[in-house]
């Protein structure tokens, strides 16, 4: 069967999360964007473990049940640590196939941190160390290096990171298959990178708020179980998985180099030009995703390898709207028509890539369904994100957004 799941996400347990994190929050969003299968995020914090045994039922597929919704066992773990004088700061998701296997993890992780203080915990081990404990436990168990590039706490970051999976996880690389691209980069940047053509190209959300689920997702269309996702990112095989939601990568809040307090931003080209110091205070810019891409690149853009997994750039609904009508996205009228629509219209994901548009004009004013036509079509200008901040579409120009402002007032 075909569906659309979101692996990265935390509970209300991990910092800096909204308390709205709770299962029964997760599973209506997770309705309202179209997700059939959500990750638990942080099964290593006790409180959150013994909530999700007690409240999820198991039907033997490896997936558990909660309010119509499957969840996968997934936490994320932080190691900082030194390797070849240089400090390392690596996040990494682990996925488990049963609550046996995600309590032993538990066990032998609460040797070396206390899981209490915080839903992503903290650890001192090398990252091998850490797919030692993962692999022991059971060959089902799967470590996926997060958000690659990210300049912080990633695989490949710029500033702690590694330039390759097998430097990073030294044995234990034969058995890492799958890797989260985050936000600020796409299959595409990554298909530069001829290393990666190994490893299945996963999307999630890392949600720290409900209404963020299903920013980014995976598609499949195979059985609604453990094994079958597994199997699927295992054979990368494009029959079964799909394909990737992304964001924009402009959008992701490191993918230009700069300064966020300096309000300096730079592409790959200008950094070099200006040798890597910003303009304004001469400090040392913040390396973006995409200058990092081009570090260890070995392909040319634009190239595309065999088996490659499809990818389709969004925008998230909540986002169109606001944009049409000029107001934020908290704001109480956006989030009406948010609502409205999705009444009327089923999730989020079917009218964003799925229903046509013709349809879609018969419940969705005319505004919102040419945003979304536009963004079908790649049709946006983006002002790119660097340095933490996050980067700003324009699918409207000034004049359309001043006229549907005014048509909101009425």
Wanted: aromatic share 10%; proline share 5%.
């Amino acid at each position: 069967m075909k569906f659309a799941a979101d692996l990265h996400l935390h509970s209300k347990y991990s910092r800096a999360t909204s308390k709205d994190m709770g299962l029964e929050s997760i599973c209506q969003w997770a309705k309202w964007k179209g997700l059939s299968v959500v990750g638990t995020g942080d099964f290593t914090h006790p409180l959150w473990f013994s909530e999700l045994k007690k409240k999820l039922k198991d039907d033997g597929s490896g997936l558990f049940g909660y309010n119509g919704i499957k969840y996968m066992l997934t936490t994320e773990v932080c190691n900082i640590f030194h390797d070849k004088d240089k400090l390392r700061k690596i996040h990494t998701m682990i996925f488990a196939p049963s609550f046996e296997a995600a309590a032993k993890i538990n066990k032998e992780l609460g040797r070396f941190a206390d899981l209490m203080s915080d839903g992503r915990p903290i650890f001192s081990l090398h990252a091998k160390k850490m797919a030692e404990i993962a692999f022991s436990v059971s060959n089902e168990c799967v470590l996926v290096p997060c958000h690659i590039w990210t300049p912080h706490f990633s695989l490949f970051g710029s500033n702690n990171g590694f330039d390759s999976i097998g430097e990073c996880f030294g044995e234990y690389c034969r058995n890492i298959f799958a890797a989260e691209t985050g936000l600020s980069s796409d299959p595409a940047m990554n298909w530069r990178v001829s290393a990666l053509d190994r490893i299945a190209l996963i999307s999630n959300s890392d949600a720290h708020s409900p209404s963020k689920l299903g920013r980014e997702a995976n598609v499949f269309d195979t059985d609604l179980s453990y094994k079958g996702i597994i199997s699927a990112l295992k054979a990368k095989d494009p029959k079964r998985f799909l394909y990737t939601v992304e964001f924009f990568p402009e959008e992701g809040k490191y993918h230009y180099d700069g300064h966020r307090n300096c309000k300096v931003c730079l592409s790959p080209k200008d950094t070099r030009k200006k040798k890597k110091k910003c303009p304004q205070c001469g400090k040392q810019l913040t390396p973006g995703v995409l200058s990092r891409v081009e570090e260890l690149a070995d392909r040319e853009e634009g190239f595309k390898p065999e088996r490659s997994i499809p990818f389709k750039n969004l925008v998230p609904l909540i986002e169109i709207i606001a944009e049409a009508y000029d107001k934020g996205t908290d704001t109480a009228y956006v989030r009406n028509e948010y609502i409205k629509a999705l009444s009327s219209g089923g999730s989020e994901l079917d009218m964003l890539v799925d229903r046509p548009l013709e349809e879609l004009a018969t419940f969705i004013p005319p505004i919102i369904v040419e945003g979304i036509k536009r963004v079908r079509e790649g049709k946006v200008a983006i002002s790119p994100g660097y340095d933490g901040q996050y980067g700003e579409i324009k699918i409207f120009n000034a004049k359309e957004r001043s006229a549907q402002k005014q048509i909101s007032l009425f």
